[in-house]
Every structure is written in C-alpha cells, then in structure tokens.
C-alpha cells in the first residue's frame, strides 16, 4: 500500500527530529556541564584583551651611539561597565588628577563604550605606577597597560628624528592596524620608518574576576601573539657633529647640513631654532606643540629641507661647469670687468681685469658671470636661446636642483629652478638672456634649499657625481635594506676636467691671497669653498657658504645659511670651518674664532 | 458531527499551551538581555521588551482572528495569497530598505515588515493546496517540478534581496515532500554531499579520495559481483570524486568571503576571536558559563555585558543559557520537541491532505528555524541569522510563526467536519 508506505514516513522524519535534538542536548550538556573552560569561575568570568605593545626601534648615529631609545610608562585603562570607584576622592588623590577631572574623564571613557577599555590616565611613571597597582584592588574595572615613551639622551636633532603621538582618526581608517590611543610616528625619521620602528603588537588574553584580578592565560594562551620588537635604525649621523653644529647655530636663524660626499649620508642637519624633542613626549606634549607651532620664530620647521633660498654667489661654479661643457667658455676664456660701473650687473669685488673662469670664481665676479651664462643661451650648437635655456635647465635637473631628493624625512621642498614654459608664460614668449640675467649670479626665480646646497658641494668635491643625500644607512641586521634610490649613482653630465678647474678655484677661495674665506683656513687640511651674499627683501642680506674637506679626497661637503646676517664671509664661512675642522680632526683649536661664533646673537 | 461554533471546544489546546510557553520564556529572555538598572518598568515601549510585549499581544488578537475565520478560506484563497506574496517580495526588491546588508523590508514612517516572513506561510498554504488536489501525486513529474517551482520561487527573490538565512529555510518544505511521496534519494544524496563538502574541507583532498576509493572497495564484497552492480558502483564512486575536486572550486570562488569565515569558523579551521568567530565564541562562553542550574535570572554576565552582539534577536538562546543553565535549555528544547511531536502528531489525524501537507509545512519550517538557530549559538552550524521561533525578539516573525501556527489550529479544530 503506497499510502501506508507513505505513512511510515512520519517516523523517518520524527527519528531525523530527535536526532538533531539529542545531538544538541548533548552538545549543550559537554558545553554547560562538563566542559570548565567556558566557566572558571561560577562568577563573574569577564575575558580581558590586554595589547602587548613591543618596545620601538631605536636609532643609533655612525658610530653607535644612541640617538633616542625607550622607557617604559603605564597607561591606566578603564572599563566603564566594571568600574567601581568607593571613594571617588582618595582615587583622585591616588592618580594625582583633582576629582573633576576625574569625572570628565570617566564620563568620556564611558561615552566611548562602555563594555571596551579606554585609557584613563595616560602614562604614568615608574614610580607612580608601583604605588598605584598596590592600590588597585580596591577597585575593580582598572588595570594598567605597559607603553614605552621616547627618550632622548642629548636633546638634539628633533627635527631629523621626529616625534611619536597617538594616532589620529584619519590615520586609523588608512591603515586597519592602529587602534584608539596606539602610537604613531608622526614627524622625520619616526614617521617614514613607521613600519619598521613600530614592531608588530602582540595580544594576550586573560581571564579576569570579579574583583579585577588576572587570573591567568585564556585556554592556555591559544589565542595569544607575541609582539614583535621595532627594528634598530643606524644612520649616518655624527651625533657629535651634530650637537656642535645645533650649539654654533644657537641665536641665529638658519641650517647647516653636511654630507659625506662618497656615500650621500647626512653628518648633520640643522636647523634653527630648534627645540628640545624631550618636549614632544609624554603627557605634555599636546601643550608643548601648541607653543611651538605659534613660536614666532617658527621652531617647528625644519629650514635645511623646507626652507628656500636664493643661492647667490655659491650658483656661480654651476653656472661655469654647464657653460664649460656645453663649449660656450673654455679654461682661458676672459671677461672684463668695469667694477662698480659694469653692465647690465656690476661688481662688489676689486680685482684684476679681465679675468678667466678660476680666477672669477676666486673673486665672485659678477660681470664675467653674467658673460657667461649669455654665452651660453647663444652658444652656436644650439638653435636658438630658448633651446640652450632648455639644455642648462635639464643640466639644473641633473644636479639635483629644482626636484626633491625624495630623502628619508617628510616635508622636503623642491626649491625652485624656473622651467621654459614659466617665462614664456610671464613674457609671453618674447624674453632672453637679458630678460633672466639675474640667473647668472644665483638670483631671481631661483631657490634651493640648504641641503641641496650641501649636495652642490658633494658633486664638486666627487668631481661630477653623487648619492642622493639620506639619513639611515642600515634598518635593522638587513644588508640591503635601503632603498635602491640612496644607493644609484647619479652622474651630472659635465667632465670630470671642468669640474677640476672648478675645484681649483673653490681651493683658493681658502688657500689663495685674495680668498673670501682665507681668514678661516684650517691648518690640518685643505678646504675648498665657495661664499654667497643672497639679497633679501625681507632684511639684511643672508650668509651663505658651501664648502668640502680634505681637498683631494672629500668625507665632508657642507652648506652653511645664516639668515639676515650679512656677508656670507663674515658667519656662514666660519661656522662651515668650524664644522669641518670638527668632523676631520675631532677638536677645535681655534678657540677665539668658536667663541665668538658660539656667543653671535643674531636674530 | 459537532457544531461549528463548539470550536473553541475542539482546538488543540496542548499546541496553543506550547506555543504560549514559548512567547512567555521569549519575553522574560528579551527583558534579561535587555535590563538595564536604569528602565525597570515592564511596560515601557522605548525597550525592547516592552514593544514584544506589545507584539505578543498584538499576536494573540491575530490568533484569536484566525481561529474565528472559516477555515475553507484558506484553501480557497491560497493561490491568491501565494500570488499576493510573491508580488510583495518582487516589490520589495524594487522599493525596499535596506537593514544590515538586506534589502528586505518596507517601511512605513516607524513601522517596519519583512515581507520574507510571510512567504514562509503563503508558500506552505500554496503547496498544500497543490498537493491537496485530488489529480495532483508527487509520483508524477508534472506535480513534482511544480511544487519545486512553488517553493523556490520565493525563496530566490529573497536571495536577490541577500537575505541569505530566509532563503535557505525555503528547504525545509522538502521534509513536507518527502512525507508527501517525494523519492527519498536526492535528499539522502544532498546530505552526503553536505557532509562530503564539510569533510573535504575540513580534512584534506586526497584523504577524502582514498576514502572514497577504500569505500568502493568494501562495498565491492558486500554486494554481488555482477556486472550491473560494479558499474554502479563505479559511477557512483566517480560522481563522488568529481564532487570532491569541484569542493575546493566552488568554495573559494563561488562562496561570498563571509560565508567562507563562517563555514571555516564552524569547523575549526579559523579561530578569529575578534572577527568573524567573535559571536559564536561569545556565545558559547555565555552558555557554558551557565554551568547545570544557570546563574539565575537577571543574573547572566556574559549577556549582560554586551559581549553577544543580537542577544535578543538572533542569539537570544545565549541568555537562556547562561541564565537558566542546562536545566533550561533542556526545558526549552523540551518544548520544541514536544510541540514537533505533537504537529506530527495533528498532521498525521488530518484527513484531508491539505491540511496535513499544510500540518508538515509548519513542522518543517519550524524545526528548521529550531536547527539552525541553536546550531549556530552551540556552534555546530555556521552563523545564519534566522530567528528561533515565537521566542526570539521581533514583530514580523513572531506574527508569522502565529499565522502560521494558528492557521494549522484553526484546520485541525474544523477535522471532524471534513468527511
């Protein structure tokens, strides 16, 4: 019988019910009866996620000596929904926070959410964090979390390292990885080696009673990571250097920056004023910031990458080495020079006339500048100007001027090396050498920042090559962990014989009779420089100075800016000697001459 | 034959009993999940206990309507409600709001239906009257392919509405065809399938195919040897391998990335805490921390503390749980049996096949909701939000589940009059 048959199928359906229900009641019974995982204490069993926050890379200088490195604080958290607070008073008084505050801060923590933990009190020294967790017990729903804060052991360089502070919305939904009240680098070398300074974070889940006491690993620690420390940074930093050069600097308004020329690592790199890093850690740092960024004399920026200057005189060997290679002078060459009365610029020197190229560059003579670069826009290999214009703006290119280095900490500027199109935009395609004589002598459309200046006299002393100036040499034990941008060799394209002429002549800038900076000769070694005076609407005129040491084989190009101070022999060249002497010999003899570099107040 | 208006006389009062038991230990579990020190009154609408208060009682109105209607109503309007449905889910489609990733409610200023809940109903009504009628018989192709089209029909506007979980209870009505004469084999073949495709996930490929071969193999002495039966064999034992190499295929480029966390959560292959196994995880430490006798009532902390996110809805099995232990849960899945037995029980009496078609119909939808939503709480099923039946917190399915339910009391009371 087919219905019957049909009939029995009740069964089959009713057997398929009751086994799913004695499989669930099973279950049930494993997880609710049996198994004690689930229920270590019959009370309250409240699973706690505690971030294990891996200590942050430090950084060491050339020669191992530390930059910046960590110290432990402690971060109070709180959750809301757990925390019971008997005595709202003698908890204040505990935290060292008056009860108002207090409260705000528990009404915030609890706005945020009241089941996850914020922190409470942010940072919490050593000291205070031993009395404090005596205390805790009392109250449920605290614990303490470990952070490590930055510490700098000589208060230098905070513009090149950087600083640290928690990360902002916007940064949190770029990258998943930072959650409320993470650290994050957020200026020089703590910013773009954020992933290898940070580490990775660990997680440890533990199981918490009701009277807030950890009672040990979740299930063994199955779910727990392990953090995983930040790297080491090493650069090429001369710690020493570098403090010597923040202390010269001190009272004045400017940068120095120098470079070892055969690798392209920055020695030091300042900028002034400055400030003390040690104010942009810990809990004041959000105030200490605020004064800093409405200092007046603008602290915070960082002038030998972002600041921009006309180069003047220091521009004239370029101008030279382009107008030698594109055959518009050669070594003999002569202009003369009317002095005072020369036109269409004239002299501020006194000197022998005419004069060739070396002879020039020793004086800085204007009017056999401005020859040469109108020899050059109408040099015959070239169509016309506006060709020969393209030609010197690609050789700029090639020196490393008018683009960013792209080096290893943010805000860098690209100066300034005015394009073909500009003018044809400004006279409306009708200018020439005339138009831009100001090119010539460094002036004008023309801007560079300290550190390009610096390569400038890299490239001289390399005698026509360089490595992009960069700050780290080594992340990590890795080999080969720098970009392949700091290590690519890049060539100018001008001979390595109009660059010797060139040298020769920066060489008597010191050594000859008639030397800018013969006064500031170092007696160790042989320096070559070159002095500029840039004016400037703004005020007094600004003191250049780019130079490179020992003559013959180079370890150090340097570019000094002193702003508003006058001629680029009176300041800029002495402090870039001093730096020299201090990097090549270890001491400075020249005590008179530091003194009164040292007391200078000039801004 | 007894008189018509003796009705309430002849209603199954052990069902109506249940099903009351249900919505009591629903609403108690809906204010535990809920309670919070600052709202203690019962009655105040702006919590969640207090709007199922309102929704139970708006239910038993329903109820108390449908058991006053003639019951041949219903088998004379089922096409047209069916129809009604279906233009509903279509509507829906077009000029629905979206909540949590489905587009599958109307809206109407505060008031809120899913139209997916009904479609349960008037899919059960259209395929009891389908197989009511004298000349329709499941052994016959034509009535079978309808009443596949009659079930998945809706069940796949709903999944155009990726309102996956409301989708797949569409399947339970193959219980109804089965019982009704549907052939046994591709339910068992669907099963196997399932549990192959979870095996082979869960283990590895190339076990499974020895398996597989190693199957062959012995089933190869327990049969005669003749030609017939090794081909059989052999086909079947290539459709399995087939099967088991397409698994890796369809999991890891048809199946959406949800549902790969949920199906890799389920068995164990991913522990996420924070993630996609945060709920499941949660869940269970709710339940187990319930222990034999349950931390008491108001007294659960796990759920109390908002570690189970959809603690009313979906995951309202937790509190009961945690709250009233497994003495508790063993009483709530008490229940559920025993109204299941007792549908059975009702359908089997029917005599008109409508209404017992229309009897498994409940069942099934039913007991499928039952499976997945404590499977999922304990575990053992991958997370599919579907609400547990008349106890989870909502309007829209506590008002179908009453239709539904009540329609079936309303036809078990009028069988007698049937001849």
Redesign the interface.
């Known amino acids: 019988m087919?219905s019957r048959q049909?009939?029995f199928?009740?069964y089959?359906?009713?057997l398929?019910?009751?086994v799913?229900?004695v499989?669930?009641?099973l279950?049930?019974?494993w997880?609710?009866?049996i198994?004690q995982?689930?229920?270590f204490s019959?009370?309250?069993?409240?699973?706690r996620?505690v971030t294990l926050y891996p200590p942050r890379g430090t950084m060491l200088d050339r020669n191992g000596e530390l930059l910046v490195y960590n110290e432990t604080a402690y971060d109070l958290m709180i959750v809301p929904?757990?925390a019971r607070i008997p005595d709202t008073l003698e908890f204040a008084r505990l935290l060292k926070i008056d009860v108002q505050q207090l409260r705000t801060r528990i009404e915030k923590a609890r706005n945020y959410s009241?089941?996850k933990p914020s922190v409470l009190v942010e940072q919490i020294s050593k000291e205070d964090y031993g009395y404090i967790s005596e205390k805790l017990y009392q109250y449920p729903g605290f614990y303490f979390q470990t952070r490590t804060l930055r510490k700098y052991p000589m208060a230098i360089g905070a513009h090149i390292l950087g600083d640290v502070g928690e990360v902002s919305p916007a940064e949190m939904e770029r990258n998943p990885y930072y959650k409320m009240g993470d650290y994050i680098g957020k200026s020089g070398l703590e910013r773009s080696y954020e992933q290898y300074l940070r580490g990775r974070k660990g997680i440890r889940?533990v199981m918490v009673d009701v009277h807030n006491r950890e009672k040990g690993s979740y299930k063994e620690g199955?779910?727990d990571t392990l953090p995983e420390n930040g790297q080491t940074l090493h650069l090429g930093l001369d710690l020493r250097l570098q403090a010597y050069g923040e202390q010269l600097m001190a009272n004045k308004t400017g940068s120095v920056v120098a470079i070892d020329p055969r690798t392209g690592e920055i020695l030091a790199l300042v900028s002034s004023p400055g400030y003390d890093p040690n104010l942009l850690v810990g809990r004041q740092r959000g105030a200490n910031f605020n004064q800093l960024l409405n200092d007046p004399r603008k602290p915070l920026i960082n002038r030998a990458i972002s600041g921009t200057y006309p180069p003047g005189s220091t521009f004239k060997m370029i101008n030279a080495l382009v107008a030698l290679q594109a055959g518009a002078i050669n070594e003999h060459t002569q202009f003369s020079c009317q002095g005072k009365s020369s036109q269409p610029i004239r002299c501020t020197h006194a000197h022998v006339t005419p004069l060739a190229v070396k002879e020039a560059i020793e004086h800085s003579c204007n009017p056999f500048f401005w020859n040469t670069f109108r020899s050059t826009l109408y040099a015959s290999r070239f169509k016309n100007h506006k060709e020969a214009y393209q030609y010197w703006y690609d050789k700029m290119m090639a020196f490393g001027l008018g683009h960013k280095f792209d080096t290893d900490i943010p805000f860098e500027l690209p100066g300034n090396i005015p394009s073909r199109n500009f003018f044809d935009r400004v006279y409306r395609g009708n200018w020439n050498a005339m138009t831009v004589r100001s090119l010539s002598i460094g002036q004008g459309e023309i801007l560079l920042t300290p550190l390009q200046i610096a390569n400038l006299a890299a490239i001289i002393g390399n005698e026509g090559w360089y490595y992009p100036p960069h700050l780290v040499r080594r992340i990590g034990n890795g080999t080969d962990s720098l970009p392949a941008s700091f290590t690519t060799k890049i060539h100018t394209g001008v001979d390595r014989k109009y660059f010797q002429i060139v040298k020769e002549a920066m060489l008597n800038v010191f050594e000859g009779g008639g030397g800018t900076a013969r006064r500031y000769k170092i007696a160790d070694f042989q320096a070559a420089g070159k002095t500029g005076t840039v004016q400037n609407p703004h005020g007094k005129d600004h003191s250049l100075f780019m130079a490179f040491a020992p003559f013959d084989n180079p370890t150090i190009a340097i570019a000094v800016v002193v702003e508003n101070a006058g001629f680029g022999a009176t300041w800029a060249a002495p402090i870039a000697s001093l730096m020299m002497e201090q990097f090549l010999t270890g001491e400075v003899k020249r005590k008179d001459l530091e003194q009164r570099m040292l007391e200078a107040v000039l801004n | 034959m007894r008189e018509e208006k003796n009705i309430f006389r002849n209603i199954d009062w052990i069902t109506v009993g249940i099903s009351l038991a249900l919505m009591l230990i629903g609403w108690i579990s809906i204010y535990a999940a809920v309670y919070d020190e600052a709202h203690h009154s019962i009655f105040d609408l702006s919590q969640r206990y207090g709007k199922q208060l309102l929704w139970i009682a708006m239910a038993l109105v329903l109820a108390l309507f449908v058991l006053l209607a003639d019951p041949r109503f219903f088998n004379a309007f089922a096409l047209i409600i069916y129809l009604a449905t279906i233009a509903m889910l279509i509507l829906v489609l077009l000029f629905g709001t979206t909540i949590s990733g489905s587009k599958s409610w109307f809206q109407i200023g505060d008031f809120r239906l899913q139209p997916a809940e009904f479609a349960k109903f008037s899919t059960a009504l259209a395929l009891a009257s389908l197989l009511g009628r004298i000349d329709a018989s499941l052994d016959q192709m034509r009535t079978r392919v309808l009443s596949l089209t009659i079930i998945f029909l809706p069940s796949l506007l709903i999944l155009l509405q990726y309102d996956t979980g409301s989708a797949i209870v569409f399947g339970a009505f193959m219980i109804v065809l089965y019982r009704e004469g549907f052939p046994g084999w591709p339910l068992l073949l669907a099963l196997v399938a399932g549990v192959l495709f979870l095996i082979t996930l869960y283990t590895s490929q190339t076990a499974v195919l020895l398996g597989l071969v190693a199957l062959f193999i012995i089933s190869l002495f327990f049969v005669r040897r003749d030609v017939q039966n090794i081909l059989t064999l052999l086909g079947m034992l290539a459709a399995g391998v087939l099967f088991v190499l397409s698994v890796e295929f369809v999991f890891h480029n048809v199946l959406e990335p949800h549902q790969r966390t949920r199906i890799n959560v389920l068995i164990g292959l991913e522990e996420d805490l924070r993630g996609a196994g945060y709920n499941v995880h949660q869940s269970k430490i709710a339940i187990g921390s319930g222990g034999f006798f349950g931390k008491g009532f108001l007294q659960g902390t796990q759920t109390k503390f908002n570690f189970v996110p959809e603690q009313s809805t979906d995951f309202i099995f937790c509190t009961v749980g945690e709250e009233w232990g497994f003495l508790g849960s063993l009483v709530l899945i008490g229940l559920y049996l025993a109204l299941f037995v007792r549908l059975i029980d009702l359908a089997e009496r029917q005599r008109s096949v409508f209404a017992r078609v229309y009897g498994y119909a409940v069942l099934s939808v039913m007991f499928f909701h039952f499976m997945v939503n404590i499977g999922m709480t304990i575990g053992l099923m991958p997370v599919i939000g579907i609400p547990l039946p008349f106890v989870s917190y909502g309007g829209s399915s506590l008002w179908a589940f009453t239709l539904m339910l009540f329609v079936f009391i309303r036809l078990d009371a009028n069988r007698l009059n049937l001849l």
């Open positions: 087919r049909l009939a199928r009740r089959h359906i009713l398929g019910i009751l799913v229900v499989i669930y009641l279950r049930l019974f997880l609710q009866v198994d995982s689930y229920k019959s009370q309250n069993n409240v699973l996620f929904r757990q009241r089941v889940v199955r779910f």
